[in-house]
């Protein structure tokens, strides 16, 4: 959060500088990223779900001030205390209830497709916005009951009460006809499989896909430059390209970055270069680190590479020997060809070419690192069977076919070492000739 205030505050002065354009959409950017963090924090619905029904209960106190006391049916105190009870014991063993099971999900999934699965478990938007229903329900009769012992309610505070506690039940009947159907897929291998694959599809974008805006970066950094090195570790969650870019413009100078979002950054690695090596000042190398957010963990919505990793272990331990599911694994590489094939596409987007950040270059994403985490795990231990093989040879084959030149390269070098590790790895001479002719098919583009 420090870095994301202190860039916000850059980006405001920026604006006011008259870079409106290109800093309010940087500041976008910044506000996605925060936006999408506080969706995988399960407590933030329903703690906004319980305010609300915190104000709610409160503001039937100023009812009597507007609703004539005549007005509407009247309801007696122990009646609606009663029924606010038997609400609130409710909503509290249901909203338990919940818990566990999006608890049990996220274990499920964690163990039937990858660890990192969990994530999209706790972040689901159904499970979430069930379990905000429920604890704001209880929540709303706990502190109705407190509020009709505490303070003199009329017949308006009453009724307004009991309105609420109307919609309340409505709101919950609604949450929990949609969670029935929902709890019964949340977790499965399926769900989250597809799940997954959702997060990878929609991290793909012309920004994520291509350098974020800036201009590509490819070979050796340049030897004219001042390094800067990293002061702290972790994983590269995002860039503040707007910031940097007002940097440079007011040094006069280029900087290189070295690492794009989800490239791990160790004490001391080097994160950029500025040319010339003169304008790199104290201030500019702590701002340019300040740029490189850093995190424990890797974020899907920027990192393409991480949504291809989570999709190719969780068909590699499918193929492990203890659980010996090939299907998975084949009905995960289409997934997979179905995802690069949509990066191939947003990374030749005039979009994605289009430079808003001159004087920043940033390394783009190569089609050799996407194909070697996609494929690598599964061409190594899906070799033993021929099914896994073949259907590798044939995704292979349609990335190849796909018009991306980069990618058709490192299709047909993947497949060539998916050949020759299959190749090794069967026994029967039937499977070995079947394999041969999936090869020999891929080879025709």
């Given amino acids: 959060m420090r870095v994301i205030d202190a860039e916000c505050g850059a980006v405001f002065l920026a604006m006011a500088n008259g870079n409106k354009g290109q800093e309010f959409m940087d500041f976008q950017d910044r506000w996605g990223r925060l936006r999408r963090a506080m969706r995988n924090?399960?407590?933030?619905?329903?703690?906004?779900?319980?305010?609300?029904?915190v104000l709610a209960a409160f503001a039937a106190l100023w009812a009597e001030l507007v609703v004539p006391e005549e007005a509407g049916v009247k309801i007696d105190e122990d009646s609606l205390v009663g029924l606010l009870s038997i609400f609130a014991s409710s909503m509290l063993s249901v909203a338990t209830f919940t818990v566990s099971a999006i608890v049990a999900a996220a274990s499920s999934a964690s163990n039937s497709?990858?660890?990192?699965?969990?994530?999209?478990?706790?972040?689901?938007?159904?499970?979430?916005?069930?379990l905000s229903a429920f604890i704001a329900a209880f929540i709303y009769s706990f502190i109705a009951i407190i509020a009709l012992k505490i303070f003199q309610y009329g017949a308006a505070g009453r009724l307004?009460?009991?309105?609420?506690?109307?919609?309340?039940?409505?709101?919950?009947?609604?949450?929990?006809?949609?969670?029935?159907d929902h709890a019964m897929k949340l977790g499965r291998q399926s769900t989250t499989i597809a799940k997954l694959k959702e997060v990878a599809e929609n991290s793909i974008t012309p920004a994520t896909a291509g350098t974020?805006?800036?201009?590509?970066?490819?070979?050796?950094?340049?030897?004219?430059?001042?390094l800067i090195r990293s002061e702290a570790s972790g994983y590269v969650s995002a860039l503040g390209l707007g910031v940097l870019q007002k940097l440079a413009e007011e040094g006069d100078c280029h900087v290189v970055l070295l690492v794009r979002p989800g490239e791990y950054c160790a004490y001391d690695t080097a994160i950029a270069t500025v040319v010339p090596a003169g304008a790199a000042t104290d201030s500019m190398a702590s701002a340019i680190r300040e740029a490189v957010e850093l995190d424990d963990v890797r974020h899907e919505d920027v990192d393409v590479r991480f949504n291809v990793v989570n999709l190719a272990e969780t068909a590699d331990r499918a193929l492990s020997p203890g659980i010996n599911d090939p299907g998975t694994a084949i009905y995960i590489m289409n997934a997979l060809g179905d995802v690069l094939v949509k990066w191939s596409r947003a990374r030749r987007s005039a979009e994605a070419q289009e430079v808003r950040f001159d004087r920043i270059s940033v390394p783009p994403l190569l089609a050799r690192e996407v194909v070697a985490d996609a494929f690598t795990p599964i061409a190594r231990d899906g070799a033993g069977a021929v099914e896994v093989g073949v259907r590798l040879q044939k995704v292979l084959a349609t990335l190849a076919r796909c018009g991306d030149a980069d990618l058709k390269a490192e299709a047909e070098r993947m497949s060539a070492i998916a050949f020759e590790l299959s190749d090794a790895a069967l026994v029967s001479g039937s499977h070995k000739t079947m394999l041969q002719a999936a090869w020999a098919n891929s080879q025709v583009v």
């Fill in 41 to 53: 924090k399960l407590w933030l619905r329903p703690a906004l779900a319980s305010l609300f029904s």
């Fill in 160 to 180: 307004m009460l009991f309105a609420g506690l109307v919609v309340m039940v409505v709101f919950v009947l609604i949450s929990f006809i949609n969670w029935i």
């Fill in 113 to 130: 497709t990858t660890p990192r699965a969990t994530r999209q478990v706790i972040s689901d938007g159904k499970a979430q916005l069930v």
């Fill in 212 to 226: 974020f805006g800036a201009r590509p970066f490819i070979g050796e950094r340049p030897g004219d430059g001042a």
